[in-house]
């Protein structure tokens, strides 16, 4: 009899081995709860420790892909106390699991969040989608506030795309003191990164529990001194980060960026509403790439449309907080350190972010120098 599909799976599964530890992917557990259908769709759980290899994901799904049969693999990754702590249902050669009318298993509590004192406003820069100038509106909300003399923390949150080193020129490891992390310090905004800490290269493979520890020992473990506000620049979505921060502690609120164009704004939307959902307050609209004006005549272009912004912002009744146009420089001093509101602060991207930056601070209370 020839062997199914299954059967298939963990004979090419059997050549997959870890290198930290020498054993095969299957026998050592690594993946597990391996779920096919009919037609030839594979799921899975495998469980990558922190000191694991990453490739090791795509080494299996590349073996899984070779075998015949299979049109489909999908793989999800959890750390080794999240595959224990919530250890699957075992459901050998049956089709994919879907969602059912059964009661939800009860999950584990929740501390409440831990006040920071020290941290001021805790303000988090999120987006619905990526590429819409999350990270480039965080950067230069920070850097203008502390250019007026507010004292800014800048906490990359974003795990899978930790920009905030190159945005703001500075690529090195936070020493130590006495068991605190010293946060770096550039343009006057001190700052944390996940950047700081691994390599250019390596890829965040990571969900759940590890994300909150990542977000945890950013707010307590770095020594941020007496901040007015910190800047948390989120990652796109609606995901591990975004609960694990309001989970961690008392965000004072959110500022959506969006781009004018509908795709982005009905994502933005959704993002929104995440962070209303769980009580935190979302401060306002961010419009960015709002048009694009011509260097030589000055012509105004909305090449991503027009209104996008205000009409999300009057779905939410939320204030619009700025309009951003799209300008090359931005981009530019993005990517060599140089944020637009100290390199070119009369342009027109420079003057809309610090108008955005004073209309926050208003609303946060922080007196800013003249």
Same mark, same amino acid.
């Given at each position: 009899?020839?062997?199914?599909?299954q059967?298939?799976?963990?004979?090419?599964?059997?050549?997959?081995?870890?290198?930290?530890?020498? @054993?095969?992917?299957?026998?050592?557990?690594?993946?597990?709860?391996? =779920? $096919? $259908?009919? *037609?030839?769709?594979?799921?899975?759980?495998?469980?990558l *420790?922190?000191?694991?290899?990453? @490739?090791?994901?795509?080494?299996?799904?590349?073996?899984?892909?070779?075998?015949?049969?299979?049109?489909?693999?999908?793989?999800?990754? &959890?750390?080794?106390?999240?595959?224990?702590?919530?250890?699957?249902?075992?459901?050998?050669?049956?089709?994919?699991?879907?969602?059912?009318?059964?009661?939800?298993?009860?999950?584990?509590?929740?501390?409440?969040?831990?006040?920071?004192? /020290?941290?001021?406003?805790?303000?988090?820069?999120?987006?619905?989608?990526? =590429?819409?100038? &999350?990270?480039?509106?965080?950067?230069?909300? +920070?850097?203008?506030?502390?250019?007026? /003399? +507010?004292?800014?923390?800048?906490?990359?949150?974003?795990?899978?795309?930790?920009?905030?080193?190159?945005?703001?020129?500075?690529n090195?490891?936070?020493?130590?003191?006495?068991?605190?992390?010293?946060?770096?310090?550039?343009?006057g905004?001190k700052?944390?990164?996940l950047?700081?800490?691994?390599?250019?290269? #390596?890829?965040?493979?990571?969900?759940?529990?590890?994300?909150? &520890?990542?977000?945890?020992?950013?707010?307590?473990?770095?020594?941020?001194?007496?901040?007015?506000?910190?800047?948390?620049? !989120?990652?796109?979505? $609606?995901g591990?980060? #975004?609960?694990?921060?309001?989970?961690?502690? #008392?965000?004072?609120?959110?500022?959506?960026?969006?781009?004018?164009?509908?795709?982005?704004?009905?994502?933005?939307?959704?993002?929104?509403?995440m962070?209303?959902?769980?009580?935190?307050?979302v401060?306002?609209?961010?419009?960015? !790439?709002?048009?694009?004006?011509?260097?030589?005549?000055?012509?105004?272009?909305?090449?991503?449309?027009? =209104?996008? =912004?205000?009409?999300?912002?009057?779905?939410?009744?939320?204030?619009?907080?700025?309009?951003?146009?799209l300008?090359?420089?931005?981009? #530019?001093?993005?990517?060599?350190?140089?944020?637009?509101?100290?390199?070119?602060p009369?342009? /027109?991207?420079?003057?809309?972010? !610090?108008?955005?930056?004073?209309?926050?601070?208003?609303?946060?209370?922080?007196?800013?120098?003249?």
């Open positions: 009899m020839a062997p199914n599909l059967e298939r799976i963990a004979s090419a599964l059997g050549t997959v081995i870890n290198p930290r530890t020498g @054993t095969g992917v299957l026998a050592s557990e690594m993946v597990k709860n391996i =779920g $096919t $259908t009919l *037609d030839g769709k594979v799921r899975l759980i495998m469980v *420790d922190a000191g694991d290899d990453a @490739t090791l994901v795509r080494d299996v799904r590349q073996a899984i892909e070779r075998v015949s049969g299979v049109i489909e693999v999908s793989i999800d990754v &959890k750390d080794p106390r999240e595959a224990e702590h919530r250890p699957a249902r075992a459901a050998p050669a049956r089709a994919l699991p879907v969602m059912d009318d059964r009661p939800a298993a009860p999950r584990p509590s929740v501390p409440p969040p831990v006040t920071y004192p /020290g941290l001021g406003n805790i303000i988090a820069v999120s987006s619905g989608k990526g =590429g819409v100038g &999350k990270s480039t509106m965080a950067v230069n909300i +920070a850097v203008a506030l502390a250019a007026r /003399g +507010a004292r800014v923390g800048l906490m990359d949150a974003d795990v899978y795309g930790p920009n905030v080193p190159r945005m703001m020129g500075v090195a490891p936070p020493p130590v003191v006495n068991e605190k992390i010293i946060p770096l310090e550039a343009h905004v700052m944390i990164s950047g700081f800490l691994i390599e250019r290269d #390596q890829p965040a493979i990571w969900r759940g529990p590890i994300v909150m &520890k990542i977000v945890t020992q950013f707010l307590r473990d770095v020594k941020w001194g007496e901040l007015d506000t910190l800047i948390v620049d !989120m990652p796109p979505g $609606t591990d980060a #975004q609960l694990s921060l309001v989970q961690a502690t #008392q965000v004072r609120g959110a500022i959506i960026v969006t781009t004018p164009q509908e795709v982005s704004t009905g994502d933005a939307l959704r993002g929104a509403k962070f209303m959902r769980v009580g935190v307050p401060l306002g609209i961010v419009e960015n !790439m709002s048009w694009f004006e011509c260097p030589h005549c000055g012509k105004p272009t909305a090449i991503f449309g027009s =209104g996008g =912004g205000q009409r999300l912002a009057d779905e939410l009744e939320l204030p619009l907080l700025g309009q951003v146009p300008y090359p420089r931005v981009l #530019q001093g993005g990517d060599e350190g140089r944020p637009i509101v100290l390199e070119e009369e342009s /027109g991207a420079g003057k809309a972010i !610090m108008a955005l930056a004073d209309r926050l601070a208003a609303s946060l209370g922080v007196v800013l120098a003249d």
